[in-house]
């Protein structure tokens, strides 16, 4: 094969920028990508809330208490609408076991009808 001067010479040009791009300085070089960052340990995930079996009785006691209550009561409509919205509110937050506030919402529903909460 036979190399004219140009393409020797753009053969030595190509090496050259090779040789002169691959070879880098110590203080220039990157960190090694198979060496991974240090990761700080993850923080372990809280504990879900506890299961109160007291509280979750009372809720479904006065849920049940409410419930038999409303039929009978002598109040407006209206009245036992909101009645009812709280109940269901109370409902939602002990499902959510957060007892107090259901507890709270319900007993506030019984007494909106003209009733005593019994516990």
């Known amino acids: 094969m036979n190399l004219t001067p140009r393409m020797a010479m753009a053969g ?3 090496a050259a920028l090779l040789l002169s ?7 220039a070089q990157t960190a090694d990508p198979a060496e991974p960052a240090p990761v700080e340990a993850a923080a372990p ?3 879900p809330p506890k299961a109160d079996i007291a ?8 849920i049940g208490q ?3 209550s409303v039929a009978a009561a002598k109040v407006e409509d209206a009245v ?5 919205t709280l109940r269901g ?3 939602k937050a002990c499902n959510a076991w957060d ?4 507890i709270g919402s319900i007993r506030v529903a019984i007494e909106t009808i003209g009733r005593k909460p019994i516990r």
């Not at 509280?55 to 006065?62: I, K």
């Not at 036992?80 to 009812?84: L, T």
């Not at 007892?99 to 259901?102: F, I, M, P």
């Open 12 to 14: 030595m040009m190509a």
């Open 21 to 27: 791009t691959s070879v880098l300085p110590a203080k």
């Open 45 to 47: 995930p809280p504990e």
């Open 55 to 62: 509280s979750a009785v009372t809720c479904q006691v006065l």
């Open 66 to 68: 409410f419930d038999d």
């Open 80 to 84: 036992k609408a909101s009645a009812r």
């Open 89 to 91: 509110e109370g409902n």
């Open 99 to 102: 007892y107090q506030a259901g």
